[in-house]
Each structure stands twice: as structure tokens, then as C-alpha cells.
């Protein structure tokens, strides 16, 4: 008899071992099946996230960041430091600990909750009334399990450009771009992009002279226009990445040990020459390897698994959450749809508001914002007041030697309810949580200009950008 659970969850990503984790709290007898093997070819639990993603990409940010502060920013603290070097072996070891501390802390939370951890590849092999034959399949060794309830959380994979496939020595995704060996003098990136700003910034304080090549003619159309104004400044004159937008790109031949990219910009061919070129156009739901066909498991035209607002797939009792289905791919969204797939399947009522998901650049300044930017709020006919705050003029900021940036805050004109904040600025991550549970209690502007906020903190910022929406700010 093949082994029976409650739920099956396939992928252990953010969504999926979240997912897990919450359903064995729940008291559900859970499995949970991935296939990720890391570069030394063990299982690693943690998904891109984990693995190649949101971690270990803010661990070379980090470094590269010191790097930076070594050379460019402690003279002005009266601090000199000489013949300041970069060792990228060690940086990247560095890296890949974090990362296995990570990953093996998953192996131990499922321990912990009991979830049982299975490496293979998990499939759909045949529905019936009691429930789902998923088949999981390891070094082609296939064993059967029975689910009475299935979650996939397969995630997404990058995209590739067809006249340029992987390979991770010359043309690199993701995990290529996080694991060189040494700095490349001149890198190509393609796609301005989270994942493109944040490995160009890396690279580029490192030494490489980084050239970034979009597609759409404007610069980081999600963000609110004047935070992509100020990062294009910023990126372009203080960090040294040449950004050229409206791009099409032509043609990409490999040679022995460089790779030559053609493209046509503002009706000029041109030609440029990269000793490495990460491509990063976005990526792409991860539904191979499912048998999504074998029980009509249904995908939306994108190749997303296609959920209803409660991330139930066309088939009963099967779930889908995370990159693999609509919204947007971060790692929090996968995780707070794990936890409300599981809640609902313990017949709790659970609600996940996607209007409200932050959105982070862990660039320098970083950025970060949620809800509705300026430029959409004016395409929609909303009326809006806006208040705008310089990180110029506040203590902490000047403090820590950060003064780039600012707060805008947009509020609606008729009931001041904050419609959308956005930060380019130190610490933008951490700043956006004050704005996020504002909007979901549905605060004013006049109410976070009416909250004390401690002095001298970042967070002031917010403060006055929310007084600047009524034209009354105190600092500036
Ligand atoms: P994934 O994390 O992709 O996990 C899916 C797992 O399922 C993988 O382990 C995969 O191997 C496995 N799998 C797939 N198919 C099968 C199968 N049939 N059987 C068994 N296993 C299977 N997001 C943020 O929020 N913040 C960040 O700072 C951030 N930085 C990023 C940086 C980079 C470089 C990248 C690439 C991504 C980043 N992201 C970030 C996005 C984030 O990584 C994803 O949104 C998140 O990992 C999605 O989680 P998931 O669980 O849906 O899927
Ligand atoms: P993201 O969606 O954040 O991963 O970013 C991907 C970026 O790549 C977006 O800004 C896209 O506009 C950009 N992009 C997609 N396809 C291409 C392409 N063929 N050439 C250059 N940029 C691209």
C-alpha cells in the first residue's frame, strides 16, 4: 500500500515548506516533495528563494555593499583604509554558508513539525474519489503516494532569451550570476529588472564595468515615476552602470571567452562586447515535470497554473500558490497564500490582500514600495494629494552618511486615505512595513502624521512625507 497524508505539497520553496509547516500545525499528516539539488549536488530544501534567490543575493549585496563603504564612503568618518582588497572566493563562501544554515534549518522545521520530507520530483499520476497518485520520482527511481489534498508550489524558473541559452559559464540566470569566481571586467546584463539592477549592483562595486540593456524605453516602469528618476540618477552618475533603455536586442554570439550582444537603440545598431552576460527578462512559471495534462490540471494562456482569489485550482481539492500562479513572484506572497491554502483547508476563512504587497530593490539606496503609484492614480482619474520628504533632512539619515532619496506619500483627495507610499532611500525595506500596515488598516495620511515617531530615526521621514501631503511638514 503506497503511503497515505492528508496533503501533499510539491516544490518546498517560501510557499511550499510554508505551506507544509502550517498544514502539519494544523494537524494534517503532510508531505512535502522537491527536487532542488544544490551546485555540490545534495538536496537543498528553500527553493530559488533559498537556494539562488532573495538570500543569497542579499548576501553578496551586503558584501559588495562593505566593499563600497570601505572605498568610497569611511573617508569622510575620518577613516582610511589601505590597499582595500576583495577576496570573491571568500565572499561567496560566505554566501553559500548562510545559505546551507538556511536550507538545513527547513530539513530541521519540518523535523520539528512533523512534516515528512521527500526528494524526487512529484508528479500527478491519477485522481479518484479518495484523492490523488502523486508520483515522485528520484534518480529514476519512481515510488507512489497517496493525497487526499494536493498544494503545488512549484515556483518559476528564469527566462531565457532563445539566441541565448544558459549555459552559467558565459551566459548566466540567476544562480550563474550569484556564484562567479571572480569579478568579470565587462558585464552585460539584459533586463533592468529587480533581479538585473540587483546583480548589475553587485558586480558593479566590485570593479566590472556593468552595462544594462532594457527592453521598455523608460526606466523601472513598475515604480512610482520619481523614485525611477532618482534611481536612474543615482545608478547611472554615483554607482556607474550604464542603463540603456528601449533596447532590442539582435543577436548574442558566444565566442571562446566573451560573449558579443547587437542590438538597436534609438535607431542605431549597435555592438558591445562582455566577458560575462547575465540575463535577467523575468521568469517564467514552473509547471514541467507535473503531468499537469494526466488529471486536467488547468494553465492560465501564461503557462500559470490557473487559481481562483483563494489559489483553488480547476481541480477539487487541489491547491496552487507562489510563482507558479498569478501575482506578483515574490517570496512573502508565496508564503502568506501557504498559510491561507492551509488555514482554508482546515476550515478557517483566511484572506490574503495582493494590493497590498510590498515591493523591495535591495539596491543602494534601496527601494521600496506598495500600493498605487503616481502616474497610475493620474492615468485612472483618482484625485490625489502627494507629500514628498528628502532623506536630506533627516538627522538619522545625514547620520549614517545616506542622504539620497526620499518618502512620497499619495493619499486620496477626498478622504486622505494613503493610497500608495514609495521610498527610495537607507533602509526602504524595513521603512515600507510602517506604510503596509497603514493600508491595511485603511489609515489617513493625518493619522501617520498624528503617530509619534521616534527621534532621530528613518522613519521620521515618513512622518513628515505624510504632514508634506497636507503642506505642513516641520524640517524642510
Ligand atoms: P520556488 O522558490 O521557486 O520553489 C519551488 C521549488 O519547487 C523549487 O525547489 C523547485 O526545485 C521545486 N520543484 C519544482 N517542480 C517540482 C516538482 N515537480 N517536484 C518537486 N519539486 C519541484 N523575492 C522576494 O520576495 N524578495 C527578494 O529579495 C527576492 N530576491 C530574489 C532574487 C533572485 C536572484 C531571484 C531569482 C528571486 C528573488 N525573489 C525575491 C523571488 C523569490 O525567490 C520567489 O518569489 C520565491 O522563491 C517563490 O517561491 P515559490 O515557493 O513559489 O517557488
Ligand atoms: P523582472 O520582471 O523584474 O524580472 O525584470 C525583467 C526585465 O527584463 C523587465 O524590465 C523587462 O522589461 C526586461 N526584458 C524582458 N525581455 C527583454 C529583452 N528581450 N531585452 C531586454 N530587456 C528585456
Known amino acids: 500500500m503506497p503511503q497515505a497524508f492528508d496533503l501533499v505539497v510539491i516544490g518546498a520553496g517560501p510557499g511550499g515548506y510554508v505551506a507544509a509547516i502550517r498544514a502539519a500545525q494544523l494537524g494534517f499528516k503532510t508531505a512535502c516533495i522537491d527536487n532542488f539539488k544544490n551546485a555540490a549536488g545534495k538536496p537543498s530544501l528553500g527553493g530559488t528563494c533559498l537556494n539562488v534567490g532573495c538570500i543569497p543575493s542579499k548576501a553578496l549585496l551586503e558584501s559588495s555593499e562593505n566593499y563600497e563603504r570601505v572605498q568610497h564612503k569611511f573617508a569622510a568618518h575620518g577613516i582610511t583604509v589601505k590597499d582595500a582588497s576583495i577576496d570573491v572566493p571568500t565572499m561567496i563562501a560566505r554566501k553559500q554558508k548562510i545559505v546551507d544554515q538556511f536550507t538545513g534549518g527547513i530539513a530541521g522545521l519540518f523535523r520539528k513539525n512533523k512534516v515528512t520530507s521527500l526528494h524526487g520530483t512529484g508528479a500527478f499520476k491519477a485522481a479518484a474519489a479518495e484523492g490523488y497518485t502523486i508520483e515522485v520520482t528520484t534518480d529514476g527511481k519512481a515510488e507512489e503516494i497517496q493525497a487526499k489534498h494536493v498544494i503545488v508550489a512549484t515556483g518559476s524558473v528564469p527566462r531565457a532569451l532563445p539566441m541565448a541559452p544558459f549555459d552559467n559559464e558565459l551566459i548566466l540566470d540567476n544562480a550563474g550570476a550569484l556564484s562567479l569566481k571572480q569579478t568579470p571586467k565587462r558585464l552585460g546584463v539584459i533586463g533592468a529588472g529587480v533581479i538585473g539592477l540587483e546583480m548589475g549592483s553587485v558586480w558593479r562595486r566590485l570593479g566590472a564595468e556593468v552595462t544594462v540593456l532594457e527592453a521598455l524605453p523608460g526606466f523601472l516602469q513598475a515604480a512610482d515615476e520619481a523614485v525611477a528618476k532618482e534611481a536612474l540618477k543615482i ?21 571562446k571567452k566573451s560573449v ?8 542605431k545598431d549597435e555592438r558591445a562586447e562582455f566577458d560575462r552576460l547575465i540575463v535577467a527578462v523575468g521568469r517564467v512559471p514552473n509547471t514541467q515535470g507535473l503531468n499537469a495534462d494526466a488529471v486536467g490540471l488547468k494553465l492560465d494562456a501564461r503557462g500559470f497554473i490557473e487559481v481562483d482569489g483563494d489559489c483553488r485550482t480547476s481541480l477539487a481539492n487541489v491547491y496552487a500558490i507562489g510563482d507558479v500562479v498569478r501575482g506578483p513572484m515574490l517570496a512573502h506572497k508565496a508564503m502568506e497564500e501557504a498559510v491561507a491554502v492551509a488555514e482554508r483547508l482546515a476550515g478557517q476563512a483566511p484572506h490574503v490582500n495582493l494590493d497590498n504587497v510590498p515591493w523591495v530593490i535591495y539596491t543602494s539606496p534601496e527601494i521600496a514600495w506598495v500600493g498605487r503609484t503616481e502616474q497610475s492614480l493620474r492615468d485612472a482619474g483618482v484625485k490625489y494629494r502627494a507629500g514628498q520628504f528628502p532623506f536630506l533632512a533627516n538627522g538619522r539619515a545625514r547620520a549614517l552618511g545616506e542622504p539620497a532619496g526620499f518618502v512620497k506619500m499619495l493619499a486620496d483627495a477626498d478622504t486622505d486615505r494613503i493610497l500608495g507610499v514609495h521610498i527610495i532611500g537607507p533602509f526602504a525595506s524595513e521603512l515600507i512595513s510602517e506604510a503596509v500596515v497603514a493600508m491595511e488598516f485603511g489609515a489617513s495620511s493625518e493619522d501617520i502624521a498624528r503617530i509619534v515617531h521616534a527621534h532621530p530615526s528613518l522613519s521620521e521621514a515618513m512622518h513628515e512625507a505624510a504632514l508634506a501631503v497636507d503642506k505642513r511638514t516641520l524640517h524642510i
Open 260 to 267: 558579443t550582444v547587437a542590438y538597436a537603440v534609438d535607431g
Open 235 to 255: 545608478f547611472t552618475k554615483e554607482l556607474g552602470l550604464a542603463i540603456r533603455t528601449g533596447v532590442t536586442v539582435q543577436s548574442i554570439e558566444k565566442g
